[in-house]
């Protein structure tokens, strides 16, 4: 049977990085995979994570399996997190979750559960998008349908054009927003256009599925739930798929949550019995150390305050590589105007870079972007800026 099989093709981020580790060139440079870096190139232990796992490990007692959803303890800091705790949400008990294996996890689940009971729903994606959305919900057997997002002529977000599609689409049908730091230009709405967009859904009566990967790598914490909650109006309903892979530095423990709005309370219950069963039928139920790393931080104050020092140290990091990029390419005589690059937010930017100059890049100077021209600027550092900036120059 196996014979029978072709080669499937490689994951185009993923992928990538398995070239670059085989890749002999010592100056190499990854900036395609979404992990973030330090100064010395390293995807470091928070400190109020290790201090965390010294506490749970000390305490543990039991291996035995965590119920279908999770824990409560992690469920309820994930809401307080996203909707902060004295949220109209929270307290008229209209959200449910279920903890997830990362924010794909989270996807994935949102993607069966919508498949099983609104089998001609479509879902809509920005255009562009991260890479894997559109097969996450294909393979869950979900129509997959486009909005305009991005406007290469300004390196900026086409709002004309994304708002008036968006006033289109049809009641019933999903449609994924990224609540913060969009993967991969970069370009978020502003906080009147969030307002917009809510008043779209709100009147449309389309369902919003938040993709909520990077809060606290924008602005701030606060600042980069601004999005979401402009969303969440008395009675709208909409998923929210959040992760703790890039604040929490938690990647290789794959943490993440589905959390379902409802209009009401006792909706939010039989949505959530539902969930259980596209988790039960998928995973079973979920592993147990992230979460307790996420609910032990979040729950104590100390620790809670530590971790958010952290994560804007993390931010100031990204930030000030973005714009020691654009002051660097300038310094190198790089043809263009990259000023763009220090107003975009998050891990990600949308370079301008073309296919044959993101190939050139890989096969002269070892140095790997993903096709489309995504930078992962937190993979720079200041050791590797100036030949970094050197190659792209060479290539434009």
């Avoid at 330090?38 to 290790?50: F, Q």
């Avoid at 001609?120 to 991260?130: C, E, H, I, K, V």
């Avoid at 008395?234 to 423990?253: D, M, T």
Wanted: charged share 20%.
């Amino acid at each position: 049977m196996f014979e029978k099989l072709d080669m499937a093709p490689a994951d185009p981020i993923l992928g990538l990085s398995a070239a670059f580790k085989s890749d002999t060139n010592p100056q190499k440079i990854n900036l395609g995979v979404g992990v973030y870096q330090d100064d010395e190139g390293k995807t470091p232990i928070l400190p109020s994570v290790a201090e965390a796992e010294r506490r749970i490990v000390s305490s543990a007692t039991s291996k035995s399996y965590l119920a279908i959803d999770g824990t409560p303890e992690y469920n309820r800091a994930v809401q307080t997190l996203l909707l902060n705790e004295d949220h109209e949400i929270i307290r008229s008990e209209r959200a449910v979750t279920v903890q997830s294996p990362g924010g794909t996890g989270a996807l994935r689940i949102a993607g069966d559960f919508l498949a099983r009971h609104f089998p001609s729903a479509r879902l809509w994606l920005s255009q562009p998008t991260w890479a894997n959305h559109p097969k996450i919900f294909q393979s869950a057997g979900i129509d997959v349908q486009n909005y305009p997002y991005f406007d290469a002529s300004n390196n900026g977000l086409d709002f004309a054009s994304m708002i008036e599609a968006l006033r289109t689409v049809p009641a019933g049908d999903i449609v994924l927003l990224h609540g913060c730091c969009h993967n991969p230009t970069g370009v978020d709405p502003t906080s009147d256009q969030w307002e917009e967009i809510a008043d779209v859904a709100q009147e449309a009566g389309w369902l919003p599925l938040v993709d909520f990967a990077y809060q606290g790598f924008g602005d701030g914490l606060e600042e980069d739930a601004a999005g979401l909650r402009a969303l969440c109006r008395p009675g709208q309903e909409l998923l929210i798929a959040s992760s703790f892979s890039k604040n929490f530095g938690l990647y290789r423990e794959r943490i993440g949550a589905l959390t379902l709005v409802a209009k009401n309370s006792e909706a939010a219950a039989r949505g959530l019995s539902h969930l259980k069963i596209a988790v039960r039928t998928s995973y079973s139920n979920p592993p147990a150390h992230g979460s307790a790393i996420v609910a032990e931080i979040l729950s104590d104050a100390a620790l809670r305050s530590q971790w958010e020092d952290e994560v804007a140290q993390m931010r100031a990091r990204i930030n000030g590589m973005r714009r020691l990029l654009v002051d660097t390419l300038a310094e190198k005589g790089a043809q263009g105007d990259f000023s763009f690059i220090a107003r975009q937010r998050g891990m990600f930017s949308y370079s301008g870079l073309s296919d044959e100059q993101v190939k050139r890049l890989r096969e002269e100077y070892a140095i790997y972007i993903v096709g489309g021209g995504r930078i992962n600027v937190a993979g720079m550092t200041g050791a590797n800026m100036d030949v970094l900036c050197t190659a792209i120059a060479s290539v434009l």
